[in-house]
């Protein structure tokens, strides 16, 4: 069974652009989390896509958005990128949402603004 | 707001030592559930153990256990017999609401 996809594994960005990431969740999994991984802060987490719907989000800014796709595939995205976002970005996928159900998270897209 | 603190940055052990992990969380919810979770050096996160709140029962998965004190809010993970390849980050997470714990770097010494 395919673990959880993430692409980019590597990116570099300017400050002031966007980028996209895609995660693609183990099959029959229909909630995907994201998360920002830096030195010091642990994981933030950014929000959780269930069913296409966007069913719990953090305390980001409205910069940082995502959508779920009807596969179950997830894409976040980040506008006006600043040199704070450089991060590992994690994306979890499991079978349920608010559940006691295990999160299987994907190796990262390491992102780094310049 | 749920929270969930981890006060020990990082931790050594000696291999086949025994070594405690702290996590402690803050909630008004009576229904719930916390994981440690694992990150190796080479990233990809993986769950060590789970407990479900109703359970008084302390969750246990070979060398891992956990004491699990919901009225302190206090959930530790013991891992016994440790091997290297225990050396890792070890997040501590709250479900629902999928707060993590600012983590633990696990460091076994040969």
């Known amino acids: 069974k395919a673990g959880v996809t993430q692409t980019p594994r590597y990116l570099i960005k300017t400050r002031g652009q966007q980028v996209t990431l895609s995660c693609s969740p183990i099959?029959?999994?229909?909630?995907v989390s994201w998360y920002q991984q830096t030195p010091g802060q642990g994981l933030q987490f950014l929000f959780e896509?269930?069913?296409?719907?966007?069913?719990n989000k953090g305390n980001f800014p409205g910069r940082f958005s995502g959508r779920q796709f009807s596969n179950s595939r997830s894409e976040m995205n980040v506008s006006t990128l600043e040199l704070g976002d450089s991060a590992l970005y994690l994306c979890?996928?499991?079978?349920?949402?608010?559940?006691?159900?295990?999160?299987?998270f994907g190796q990262g897209t390491r992102l780094t603004v310049v | 707001a749920q929270t969930v603190t981890q006060s020990q940055p990082e931790m050594s052990v000696q291999e086949a030592e025994t070594v405690t992990l702290s996590c402690t969380y803050d909630?008004?919810?009576?229904?719930?559930?916390l994981f440690w979770y694992k990150q190796p050096p080479s990233r990809q996160m993986i769950l060590v153990i789970r407990?479900?709140?109703?359970?008084?029962q302390n969750a246990t998965e070979n060398r891992f256990s956990v004491n699990f004190q919901k009225a302190a809010k206090s959930f530790s993970l013991k891992i016994s017999d440790s091997q290297l390849g225990d050396a890792a980050m070890y997040f501590c997470?709250?479900?629902?609401?999928?707060?993590f714990g600012t983590g633990t770097r696990l460091k076994v010494l040969a």
């Open positions: 099959s029959g999994h229909r909630s």
């Open positions: 909630t008004s919810e009576s229904d719930y559930y």
């Open positions: 997470a709250y479900r629902p609401r999928d707060i």
């Open positions: 407990q479900e709140a109703y359970k008084q």
């Open positions: 896509y269930f069913s296409e719907t966007q069913r």
């Open positions: 979890a996928s499991s079978l349920g949402w608010m559940t006691n159900t295990e999160a299987f």
